[in-house]
């Protein structure tokens, strides 16, 4: 009878170890990404492929967000919120598809910039001399892109002409293109 109740007991402990097992893991499994009204149907092996993004500037809510992959412009905005009341959208495709690790910056309308940094349309921010602020003025610079800019500065000193901004981390000849006329060094 003793033995009986070794064996039923030892059953029960496996019984609870492996119920326990299940639950834990199941728990802990990592979320899917959620089908909702902006993703696509791009699957591998019934799960959702997905890209990061970050999104920041003029949006309500800035941060990094997954999205499936083949995800737009307009799906990033909407799922930080949407613009603000400062945000320029006069040159932003909402259309464009997104890549993995893409970083997407709204810029404010030329008026709140010149508003809120006291500038004209045709002033240049310089680049050995300016904040973190000014240099956010600049289309296409964000945090990420001040942050770095100051960084070299403090780092390699002083640039030397306005073609030694494509030393810095995030600025290749692209951007450089769409900045060179808003930045100067004096």
Do not use: W
């Not at 979320?31 to 092996?45: G, S």
């Not at 959702?48 to 809510?61: A, F, L, Q, W």
């Not at 300016?130 to 892109?145: F, H, N, R, W």
């Amino acid at each position: 009878m003793k033995h009986n109740k070794k064996i039923v007991g030892s059953i029960i402990i496996v019984l609870l170890s492996f119920t326990f097992l299940i639950v834990g893991y199941c728990i802990s499994k990592p979320k899917k990404v959620e089908e909702t009204d902006i993703f696509v149907n791009n699957t591998v092996d019934g799960e959702k492929e997905i890209i990061t993004i970050y999104i920041n500037g003029e949006v309500k809510s800035p941060g990094v967000y997954d999205l499936p992959i083949d995800s737009r412009v307009k799906d990033a905005l909407k799922i930080a919120g949407g613009f603000t009341k400062n945000a320029d959208t006069s040159t932003l495709n909402l259309a464009q598809i997104l890549k993995d690790e893409e970083h997407i910056y709204i810029d404010k309308t030329e008026k709140e910039q010149t508003t809120s940094n006291i500038k004209t349309k045709d002033s240049k921010v310089n680049i050995n001399k300016a904040s973190k602020d000014e240099l956010k003025t600049i289309p296409g610079v964000g945090d990420i892109t001040a942050d770095n800019i100051i960084n070299y500065r403090e780092e390699k000193g002083r640039f030397n002409s306005i073609d030694d901004i494509k030393k810095v981390d995030r600025i290749g000849e692209k951007t450089f293109e769409k900045i060179k006329s808003k930045i100067d060094i004096k």
